[in-house]
């Protein structure tokens, strides 16, 4: 744990009791701060209650005496509404900010010479930060991960000099981060995604460029420049720190550039020797060289040379839930994409394969499955469950072979029954639900167990190590 001394002997109060907000208590009270913790939800209460953790309902304090609010990512902080403490807290001028910042300040506070690398995008980041961490530690760095990436923030090891932080940041957590101040900082894409939190996406695009607003003249800026935003945010780039862009796409005349699987790094014009990712299963597909490209760039800004580089990308086992090679019965190979909880993030998938029996449904973000007609060729079949069951259905009606499975287990046993039953060279069973989990599972995580556990009870699998998300 990170003990936040830099608001000791302060009344701070906490909400929303979640991993991170219960950490952001715990880590305030070790650093001599008096948290005040509360959470509109009972259940999420008794949990702080049973960690030795005290409570006092914040309606009924007097927000003057607090030197902040510490408000957990989940919880509104402007749209639909902003959530009744940010009101009460702005009433009192007090500030709002999230365990983020509190890193963020106590870095600075005491002060500490530890390293920190932030990367953000709507897809692909936690692929990349995972990426980054294993390339810093096996080059032999002293590596913490965390963030949105699963590990609270402040649950990492304590501050020091020879610590490199690779921390993942929602648009929530960058919103509660005013000060996020990077020694190196990654923007990978920027496409329709958490709308009901941010309004517009141009909204979501600004939050997400304010991951760079503090790189200082020695600091890095990565860019992926293959979607409009994302471009235009490294096109108005005019930060002290350097450029690094890049892209899955085509060449960059300064950054890095992975087309076809052969991944290049170019300064000013010069460009090195080519790394192929060709035949690394966890860096399938175009989206993960732009992941490779990214974790490149962001290792050598951290003094990596490019063999250390090249090393560690051949190593890399992937992540659990984000196009995880689950296993495999005779030529059909199964992948569990649990994490793909947007269209376009089951498009990348669905352009890395071919040959698809695919499993998609859940609850269903807005727009559906707009955007991924283009890929309707590569379907043999769906299996639609969940709540966007029907409407999934009408969407592929007259386009591709379907049916209304309901459930995972279904969809998993009529799924594998066809791919075995095909003529295809490698079918692949793959589960990219293009959904929410919420309305089956409570979670992507727990979607994606649920399928690994389908596919190792099939007769005659062959199922395949897994790290954890």
Not at 34 to 47: G, Q, V
Not at 198 to 206: D, F, K, P, S
Request: glycine content about 10%; some cysteine.
């Amino acid at each position: 744990m990170i003990p936040v001394t830099c608001f000791a002997g302060k009344r701070v109060a906490v909400f929303g009791l979640g991993m991170s907000g219960m950490t952001a208590a715990r880590a305030l009270q070790a650093g001599g701060a008096e948290p005040i913790i509360w959470d509109d939800n009972e259940t999420s209460r008794e949990a702080a209650l049973r960690l030795g953790l005290s409570l006092a309902d914040l309606t009924c304090q007097d927000w003057q005496n607090f030197a902040a609010l510490v408000l957990a990512p989940g919880v509104p902080l402007t749209n639909p509404e902003p959530h009744w403490t940010v009101l009460r807290a702005r009433e009192a001028s007090v500030e709002v900010i999230g365990d983020t910042e509190l890193f963020c300040r106590e870095r600075r506070h005491l002060p500490s010479k530890a390293k920190t690398v932030a990367i953000t995008g709507t897809n692909g980041k936690s692929t990349t930060t995972a990426l980054t961490a294993h390339l810093l530690a096996l080059a032999g760095r002293r590596v913490a991960i965390g963030g949105n990436i699963g590990t609270a923030i402040l649950a990492l090891d304590p501050l020091a000099d020879d610590l490199t932080y690779v921390i993942e940041y929602s648009s929530f957590q960058i919103d509660l981060t005013p000060t996020l101040d990077a020694n190196a900082a990654c923007l990978l894409n920027i496409t329709p995604d958490h709308l009901d939190r941010h309004g517009t996406l141009e909204t979501y695009a600004a939050v997400k460029a304010r991951i760079f607003a503090r790189l200082g003249a020695g600091d890095t800026a990565v860019i992926g420049v293959d979607d409009p935003l994302s471009a235009a945010t490294a096109d108005s780039y005019s930060g002290p720190g350097s450029l690094q862009r890049i892209s899955s796409l085509e060449p960059v005349t300064t950054g890095v550039h992975a087309v076809d699987a052969s991944l290049i790094a170019v300064t000013a014009g010069q460009a090195q020797p080519p790394i192929s990712l060709a035949g690394i299963g966890s860096l399938r597909g175009a989206h993960n060289w732009q992941n490779a490209a990214a974790a490149y760039a962001l290792t050598r800004a951290m003094g990596l040379t490019r063999d250390e580089i090249a090393a560690g990308l051949r190593s890399f086992p992937g992540l659990a839930h984000r196009m995880e090679e689950v296993g495999r019965l005779g030529r059909v190979l199964f992948i569990n994409d649990s994490k793909a909880t947007n269209a376009d993030a089951a498009g990348k998938a669905l352009a890395s394969f071919g040959n698809i029996y695919w499993i998609a449904g859940g609850l269903a973000k807005a727009g559906g499955l707009a955007g991924l007609e283009d890929y309707f060729p590569k379907i043999r079949k769906a299996y639609l469950i969940g709540d966007a069951a029907s409407s999934f259905s009408g969407h592929l009606q007259g386009s591709v072979a379907h049916q209304i499975s309901f459930t995972l287990e279904r969809a998993l046993g009529d799924a594998a029954r066809d791919a075995r039953a095909s003529a295809d060279a490698e079918p692949v069973v793959l589960l990219s639900p293009a959904c929410a989990s919420y309305d089956q599972f409570p979670s992507f995580t727990a979607r994606g167990d649920a399928f690994r556990t389908l596919v190792a009870a099939l007769r005659g699998v062959t199922m395949r190590r897994v790290e954890a998300a």
